[in-house]
C-alpha cells in the first residue's frame, strides 16, 4: 500500500520538522500526509478479514525480500558488497576501541626538543595494523585485502591516516593506522544497517551525487552561522545563491533541493517583512549525512574500479554545472538522462 512505501519518509520529514514548527509542509509531502490519513482510516474500517488478508501478504513480501537480499549476498563478487558494509565498519570501530591507543602516534623527536601540547579527541585511537589485521581476521573473518583499502578508504576522505614505516625488509609497508573519530565508524555502521534491513528500499543508502555536492556546500556556507532556540542553522539566502554560484558552480534552484529532501534532508526558506529570506536547516544532521554519503559514494567507486584510487581528485566538488557527473557531456536542464551515455539525471542541473 502507497502509505506503507512513504511512511519511513514521512517520518523522517516530521522528525525534523519538530524542530521548525510554524513553517509551512511542502505541497508534496501534505499530499502524502493526507493520503496517509485516508488510507489508515480506511484500513482501521475493514473488516478483520480484510486486516488479516492485508497483513499476511506485507508479511510475506518482506519474507520473499529478505531472501532476495540473502541470495544477492551469497553470489555477490564486488570487493565491498552491499551486506557487508555495516559489518566492515562495525569491525572497525570495535577493534580501535579494543586494542587502540588514544590519541596520535608519538612523534620522534631529538634529545633537545620537547613534544608539543596535545590533547586527544574523545574517539581518536591510533591502531597496530598488524594487530588490527590479526584480530579482524581470526574474530570476524575479514578478508585482509577488503580491511587495507578500507583503510585507505578512510584516509582518502581524511577520517583516518596511514603512517608508513619500512618492514625488515626495507619495504614501505603499513605500520599505524590512527582514527580522528572513531565513532564516525559506528555511527556510520548503525546508519547502514537500519536502512539496509528495514523492509522497503532505502533511498538514504543511495548516494546521489548531486544532493550530496549540494549538502557539502551548505555545511561549508553554514560554518559559524547563528543558530535558533529551534536548533536550526539559520543562513541569508541571497549569501547561499552567491557562493554556491562562485565557488561550488551551482545554479541553485529548487531541484537542488528537491534532491535533498528526497534523500531525507530538509531546508526551510523563510521570508521577512523586509524582504529578507533566510534557509534554515539542521547542520548537524547535513554535516552527519555529508560524511555517510562521501563514504558509500567511495564505495561504489571501489566496486566499479577494484581499488580505492587515492589519487583520484574529488569529482563531487570538482563537477561542473550543466555537466554530466558519468561522461562529462553537456546536459540541458530539462534533459532526465543524458543524451551522450544514457546515464539518469537524478534533477536538473
Same mark, same amino acid.
Given at each position: !500500500?502507497?502509505? =506503507? %512505501?512513504?511512511?519511513?519518509?514521512?517520518?523522517?520529514? +516530521?522528525? &525534523?520538522?519538530?524542530?521548525?514548527? #510554524?513553517?509551512?509542509?511542502?505541497?508534496?509531502?501534505?499530499?502524502?500526509?493526507?493520503?496517509?490519513?485516508?488510507?489508515?482510516?480506511?484500513?482501521?474500517?475493514?473488516?478483520?478479514?480484510?486486516?488479516?488478508?492485508?497483513?499476511?501478504?506485507?508479511?510475506?513480501?518482506?519474507?520473499?525480500?529478505?531472501?532476495?537480499?540473502?541470495?544477492?549476498?551469497?553470489?555477490?563478487?564486488?570487493?565491498?558488497?552491499?551486506?557487508?558494509?555495516?559489518?566492515?565498519?562495525?569491525?572497525?570501530?570495535?577493534?580501535?576501541?579494543?586494542?587502540?591507543?588514544?590519541?596520535?602516534?608519538?612523534?620522534?623527536?631529538?634529545?633537545?626538543?620537547?613534544?608539543?601540547?596535545?590533547?586527544?579527541?574523545?574517539?581518536?585511537?591510533?591502531?597496530?595494523?598488524?594487530?588490527?589485521?590479526?584480530?579482524?581476521?581470526?574474530?570476524?573473518?575479514?578478508? !585482509?585485502?577488503? =580491511? %587495507?583499502?578500507?583503510?585507505?578508504?578512510?584516509?582518502? +576522505?581524511? &577520517?583516518?591516516?596511514?603512517?608508513? #614505516?619500512?618492514?625488515?625488509?626495507?619495504?614501505?609497508?603499513?605500520?599505524?593506522?590512527?582514527?580522528?573519530?572513531?565513532?564516525?565508524?559506528?555511527?556510520?555502521?548503525?546508519?547502514?544497517?537500519?536502512?539496509?534491513?528495514?523492509?522497503?528500499?532505502?533511498?538514504?543508502?543511495?548516494?546521489?551525487?548531486?544532493?550530496?555536492?549540494?549538502?557539502?556546500?551548505?555545511?561549508?556556507?553554514?560554518?559559524?552561522?547563528?543558530?535558533?532556540?529551534?536548533?536550526?542553522?539559520?543562513?541569508?539566502?541571497?549569501?547561499?545563491?552567491?557562493?554556491?554560484?562562485?565557488?561550488?558552480?551551482?545554479?541553485?534552484?529548487?531541484?537542488?533541493?528537491?534532491?535533498?529532501?528526497?534523500?531525507?534532508?530538509?531546508?526551510?526558506?523563510?521570508?521577512?517583512?523586509?524582504?529578507?529570506?533566510?534557509?534554515?536547516?539542521?547542520?548537524?544532521?547535513?554535516?552527519?549525512?555529508?560524511?555517510?554519503?562521501?563514504?558509500?559514494?567511495?564505495?561504489?567507486?571501489?566496486?566499479?574500479?577494484?581499488?580505492?584510487?587515492?589519487?583520484?581528485?574529488?569529482?563531487?566538488?570538482?563537477?561542473?554545472?550543466?555537466?554530466?557527473?558519468?561522461?562529462?557531456?553537456?546536459?540541458?536542464?530539462?534533459?532526465?538522462?543524458?543524451?551522450?551515455?544514457?546515464?539518469?539525471?537524478?534533477?536538473?542541473?
Amino acid at each position: !500500500p502507497r502509505f =506503507l %512505501r512513504n511512511l519511513s519518509k514521512i517520518t523522517e520529514y +516530521l522528525h &525534523f520538522n519538530s524542530s521548525l514548527k #510554524g513553517h509551512a509542509c511542502p505541497d508534496p509531502y501534505r499530499q502524502t500526509l493526507e493520503s496517509f490519513a485516508w488510507w489508515k482510516q480506511q484500513f482501521e474500517k475493514a473488516p478483520p478479514g480484510i486486516k488479516l488478508l492485508v497483513k499476511s501478504l506485507i508479511d510475506e513480501t518482506r519474507v520473499n525480500r529478505q531472501n532476495t537480499k540473502t541470495l544477492k549476498m551469497e553470489t555477490e563478487k564486488s570487493p565491498c558488497p552491499q551486506g557487508l558494509i555495516h559489518k566492515l565498519f562495525t569491525e572497525v570501530h570495535l577493534i580501535a576501541r579494543h586494542i587502540g591507543k588514544r590519541g596520535k602516534p608519538a612523534e620522534v623527536l631529538k634529545p633537545w626538543e620537547q613534544p608539543a601540547p596535545y590533547e586527544p579527541g574523545p574517539h581518536e585511537y591510533t591502531v597496530s595494523w598488524n594487530a588490527m589485521k590479526l584480530y579482524a581476521t581470526r574474530f570476524f573473518g575479514e578478508s !585482509p585485502q577488503r =580491511l %587495507r583499502q578500507t583503510m585507505d578508504l578512510m584516509a582518502k +576522505l581524511k &577520517f583516518a591516516e596511514l603512517k608508513i #614505516g619500512k618492514s625488515d625488509e626495507g619495504e614501505e609497508t603499513l605500520i599505524d593506522v590512527h582514527f580522528y573519530d572513531v565513532q564516525l565508524c559506528e555511527d556510520f555502521a548503525e546508519f547502514y544497517q537500519y536502512h539496509l534491513f528495514k523492509g522497503s528500499r532505502a533511498e538514504a543508502i543511495y548516494v546521489d551525487p548531486l544532493a550530496l555536492k549540494v549538502a557539502k556546500a551548505f555545511v561549508q556556507m553554514s560554518e559559524g552561522a547563528p543558530v535558533n532556540h529551534k536548533g536550526a542553522s539559520q543562513v541569508d539566502y541571497q549569501i547561499v545563491l552567491n557562493e554556491c554560484k562562485a565557488k561550488y558552480q551551482i545554479d541553485l534552484k529548487n531541484t537542488h533541493l528537491d534532491a535533498l529532501e528526497r534523500k531525507g534532508l530538509f531546508c526551510v526558506r523563510k521570508s521577512f517583512d523586509d524582504g529578507h529570506v533566510e534557509i534554515q536547516f539542521d547542520r548537524i544532521e547535513f554535516v552527519k549525512m555529508a560524511h555517510f554519503w562521501s563514504i558509500i559514494f567511495e564505495i561504489d567507486k571501489w566496486n566499479d574500479k577494484g581499488f580505492v584510487d587515492l589519487n583520484e581528485k574529488e569529482e563531487v566538488a570538482a563537477s561542473v554545472e550543466g555537466e554530466c557527473l558519468s561522461c562529462h557531456g553537456k546536459i540541458d536542464n530539462n534533459n532526465k538522462f543524458c543524451p551522450h551515455c544514457g546515464q539518469k539525471l537524478a534533477a536538473a542541473a
